[in-house]
């Protein structure tokens, strides 16, 4: 955010290579004694009891790993007991946490005992606080005729959950990549003979969503997904298990916005996983062959809405064309970009003793993921220590002023030209985000005007616009961590909103500059920029690491981009710092660089503590021409984390 001139340089991105590791084969511990138990095999609880969870995925939340499944009968298939919990700090030792959500003994109820729940899969909203469960959902009787989606919510991970209701997806609404043509064509589908030509033609054109969108969507096989902006999808088997939809799900995780899109038309792709690496999504489905293991499929997208490209199957090794014996059923996140993928190796004579494949999700060397079998035998912990340990956090979830123990606000005409004069009373705190907030003002004179000054702050003779910034100077400093700042920005004209860092002790640049986050716009063109400045020889005058990118490359990707909350983040450590937007690495600068000149006494300003500021600026040397019609202008940041290595 300092004056600075901008200078081209030409960057040379680095893959971060995950750490390779042997197939996971996972130990379970009795009240007495631990074992090893492998992939493919029945696993069993802390309790000595076999762990029944099928269909299932994990929740981590506050250090603990929640897995959520399907309690299978020893004879038959349909649910006589509802979704079981188990939980472990270390996703080897299991404790048994009993029924999250269980079926009901009221004839007629949605999940009346007799009724079939699948692939339960839990997600935590942290606006409201709740922990909501989607699952797919038959009902008695009905063999999977109904086809639809449960949800269920509860206060606590564990549950138990209440059921709130169940239904067919997006009722009255077509999807976004279907064509108004399309959605105009009436079909009679008794004229069609299934896989033909003609019947995968009307397939992709609607056939089946022009049949039930009346009533809503067909879903069965799903999972869930909350992407870095916050916001849920639905991902499920749909048109009779022949296309895939991803359906947006509202700020509460307990409904469908109505934005949904259809994928693979046709391709009879079921159960879905999804997961999210350096700005990629990636989706690993199973074909249709009922309980019989199938070749793996895998697709990728640079945007959830697509479009979306299939990849060669992921499965390597004996056995890959099976996937290994198993059917996908979720992908964990894990720290540092690991992934652990999760699978059922169905026994549908005895469907409780189905067995487990977890398997590490490797990356090729053009990042494309891969599982690989290995008959290694030793047991590998995936989960380790954790490498990075929250700090500090504020999470402004008490309205009003910020923590004056924390914060500060700064006040005036401060730098760079900027026209707004910063008060306290622009930022504050509401319903659990901080508002740094731009206001137009009129007739407000400058307390500091000068008529003979040549200085910009004190020869304006009027306060015309308002904003604030805000620090943690002399509160809170770092020295190297994991900055993360969830964060709405405004982007109208003269909007220059940022997240920045500054050393103390050393006048600029020589205390040092990190910006993890400016956007303003360069010749009229917008940017997302991410920087480091230093000092050099001469007072005022910085050296620069500057990496600007088009806005045009966010909004390619999803149009109304500026409307969510992105998470942007730096990691920080002796060596490097790492600029991040939602996962994307942005900018890398090497420590080994950023020495100061004599003013700074050959020092490196990054090897000394930096504190934050939060600020949102109107025009300026960068800010551009405002936007009247724009202000007043809201930039919104849902929290602030800082973490360090242990």
Same mark, same amino acid.
């Given at each position: 955010?300092?004056?600075?001139?901008?200078?081209?340089?030409?960057?040379?991105?680095?893959?971060?290579?995950?750490?390779?590791?042997?197939?996971?084969?996972?130990?379970?511990?009795?009240?007495?004694?631990?074992?090893?138990?492998?992939?493919?095999?029945?696993?069993?609880?802390?309790?000595?009891?076999?762990?029944?969870?099928?269909?299932?995925?994990?929740?981590?939340?506050?250090?603990?790993?929640?897995?959520?499944?399907?309690?299978?009968?020893?004879?038959?298939?349909?649910?006589?007991?509802?979704?079981?919990?188990?939980?472990?700090?270390?996703?080897?030792?299991?404790?048994?946490?009993?029924?999250?959500?269980?079926?009901?003994?009221?004839?007629?109820?949605?999940?009346?005992?007799?009724?079939?729940?699948?692939?339960?899969?839990?997600?935590?909203?942290?606006?409201?606080?709740?922990?909501?469960?989607?699952?797919?959902?038959?009902?008695?009787?009905?063999?999977?005729?109904?086809?639809?989606?449960?949800?269920?919510?509860?206060?606590?991970?564990?549950?138990?959950?209440?059921?709130?209701?169940?239904?067919?997806?997006?009722?009255?609404?077509?999807?976004?990549?279907?064509?108004?043509?399309?959605?105009?064509?009436?079909?009679?589908?008794?004229?069609?003979?299934?896989?033909?030509?003609?019947?995968?033609?009307?397939?992709?054109?609607?056939?089946?969503?022009?049949?039930?969108?009346?009533?809503?969507?067909?879903?069965?096989?799903?999972?869930?997904?909350?992407?870095?902006?916050?916001?849920?999808?639905?991902?499920?088997?749909?048109?009779?298990?022949?296309?895939?939809?991803?359906?947006?799900?509202?700020?509460?995780?307990?409904?469908?916005?109505?934005?949904?899109?259809?994928?693979?038309?046709?391709?009879?792709?079921?159960?879905?996983?999804?997961?999210?690496?350096?700005?990629?999504?990636?989706?690993?489905?199973?074909?249709?062959?009922?309980?019989?293991?199938?070749?793996?499929?895998?697709?990728?997208?640079?945007?959830?809405?697509?479009?979306?490209?299939?990849?060669?199957?992921?499965?390597?090794?004996?056995?890959?064309?099976?996937?290994?014996?198993?059917?996908?059923?979720?992908?964990?996140?894990?720290?540092?970009?690991?992934?652990?993928?999760?699978?059922?190796?169905?026994?549908?004579?005895?469907?409780?003793?189905?067995?487990?494949?977890?398997?590490?999700?490797?990356?090729?060397?053009?990042?494309?993921?891969?599982?690989?079998?290995?008959?290694?035998?030793?047991?590998?912990?995936?989960?380790?220590?954790?490498?990075?340990?929250?700090?500090?956090?504020?999470?402004?979830?008490?309205?009003?002023?910020?923590?004056?123990?924390?914060?500060?606000?700064?006040?005036?005409?401060?730098?760079?030209?900027?026209?707004?004069?910063?008060?306290?009373?622009?930022?504050?705190?509401?319903?659990?985000?901080?508002?740094?907030?731009?206001?137009?003002?009129?007739?407000?004179?400058?307390?500091?005007?000068?008529?003979?000054?040549?200085?910009?702050?004190?020869?304006?003779?009027?306060?015309?616009?308002?904003?604030?910034?805000?620090?943690?100077?002399?509160?809170?400093?770092?020295?190297?961590?994991?900055?993360?700042?969830?964060?709405?920005?405004?982007?109208?004209?003269?909007?220059?909103?940022?997240?920045?860092?500054?050393?103390?002790?050393? =006048?600029? *640049?020589?205390?040092? /500059? #990190? @910006?993890?986050?400016?956007? %303003?716009?360069? &010749?009229?063109?917008?940017?997302?920029?991410?920087?480091?400045?230093?000092?050099?020889?001469?007072?005022?005058?910085?050296?620069?690491?500057?990496?600007?990118?088009?806005?045009?490359?966010?909004?390619?990707?999803?149009?109304?981009?500026?409307?969510?909350?992105?998470?942007?983040?730096?990691?920080?450590?002796?060596?490097?710092?790492?600029?991040?937007?939602?996962?994307?690495?942005?900018?890398?600068?090497?420590?080994?660089?950023?020495?100061?000149?004599?003013?700074?006494?050959?020092?490196?300003?990054?090897?000394?503590?930096?504190?934050?500021?939060?600020?949102?600026?109107?025009?300026?040397?960068?800010?551009?021409?405002?936007?009247?019609? =724009?202000? *007043?202008?809201?930039? /919104? #940041? @849902?929290?602030?984390?800082? %973490?360090?290595? &242990?």
């Amino acid at each position: 955010m300092m004056k600075k001139k901008y200078t081209k340089m030409i960057m040379n991105f680095f893959f971060l290579l995950c750490l390779l590791f042997q197939t996971t084969l996972w130990g379970q511990s009795a009240t007495t004694s631990q074992k090893a138990i492998t992939s493919s095999e029945v696993w069993k609880d802390t309790e000595g009891n076999v762990i029944n969870a099928h269909g299932g995925g994990i929740l981590a939340y506050n250090g603990r790993y929640y897995w959520f499944g399907e309690h299978r009968p020893e004879k038959g298939f349909t649910t006589e007991v509802g979704v079981t919990c188990y939980s472990s700090d270390d996703l080897r030792n299991w404790k048994y946490e009993g029924v999250a959500l269980s079926v009901s003994d009221e004839a007629g109820s949605d999940i009346e005992k007799g009724c079939i729940m699948e692939r339960p899969k839990v997600i935590y909203n942290r606006r409201t606080g709740k922990f909501v469960m989607w699952f797919h959902l038959e009902l008695k009787g009905q063999g999977y005729g109904p086809a639809r989606a449960g949800v269920a919510v509860s206060d606590t991970p564990a549950g138990p959950y209440r059921f709130v209701r169940s239904g067919r997806v997006n009722p009255g609404i077509y999807p976004l990549n279907m064509t108004r043509e399309e959605q105009g064509m009436t079909w009679n589908m008794d004229s069609y003979e299934w896989w033909t030509p003609e019947w995968r033609d009307a397939v992709g054109k609607g056939m089946f969503v022009k049949r039930d969108v009346e009533g809503g969507q067909m879903s069965r096989d799903m999972t869930l997904f909350v992407d870095t902006d916050g916001k849920a999808y639905h991902i499920y088997s749909s048109e009779e298990n022949l296309t895939l939809h991803i359906a947006e799900l509202t700020d509460d995780y307990m409904r469908h916005s109505g934005r949904y899109v259809r994928l693979f038309p046709g391709g009879h792709n079921e159960a879905p996983t999804l997961f999210k690496k350096d700005g990629i999504y990636w989706m690993i489905t199973s074909g249709c062959t009922g309980w019989e293991p199938n070749e793996a499929r895998m697709f990728s997208a640079s945007s959830i809405w697509g479009p979306w490209k299939q990849h060669p199957n992921p499965c390597r090794g004996e056995n890959s064309e099976k996937t290994f014996g198993g059917q996908g059923t979720f992908v964990l996140p894990l720290s540092e970009n690991r992934f652990l993928f999760m699978a059922d190796v169905w026994k549908p004579k005895s469907l409780m003793y189905s067995g487990y494949i977890w398997l590490p999700v490797l990356f090729d060397g053009q990042g494309v993921p891969f599982m690989e079998w290995s008959e290694d035998m030793s047991v590998v912990d995936m989960v380790g220590e954790p490498e990075w340990k929250l700090v500090w956090s504020d999470e402004f979830d008490k309205d009003g002023r910020l923590d004056a123990a924390v914060w500060n606000y700064e006040t005036g005409f401060v730098r760079n030209e900027e026209a707004q004069w910063y008060q306290d009373g622009n930022a504050y705190c509401k319903d659990g985000k901080l508002i740094i907030e731009a206001r137009k003002e009129t007739g407000r004179k400058n307390p500091l005007y000068d008529a003979e000054s040549d200085d910009w702050s004190k020869s304006r003779k009027s306060i015309d616009y308002t904003s604030s910034c805000v620090t943690t100077a002399g509160k809170k400093e770092f020295l190297y961590g994991r900055f993360e700042v969830r964060a709405k920005i405004p982007v109208g004209g003269g909007a220059w909103p940022a997240i920045w860092t500054l050393g103390s002790g050393m =006048e600029w *640049p020589s205390c040092g /500059e #990190i @910006d993890i986050m400016e956007y %303003y716009r360069i &010749k009229g063109v917008p940017h997302i920029l991410a920087n480091a400045a230093w000092g050099t020889d001469r007072q005022w005058e910085a050296k620069w690491n500057s990496r600007t990118i088009p806005f045009s490359h966010f909004t390619d990707k999803k149009a109304d981009w500026a409307d969510d909350f992105h998470l942007w983040r730096m990691d920080w450590d002796e060596t490097a710092i790492r600029i991040y937007l939602d996962d994307e690495l942005l900018n890398e600068i090497l420590l080994s660089e950023t020495v100061n000149g004599n003013i700074g006494q050959g020092t490196n300003p990054f090897r000394k503590p930096h504190y934050l500021l939060l600020n949102l600026a109107l025009g300026g040397i960068n800010g551009g021409e405002i936007d009247d019609k =724009e202000i *007043p202008m809201r930039y /919104e #940041i @849902d929290y602030v984390r800082i %973490y360090q290595k &242990k």
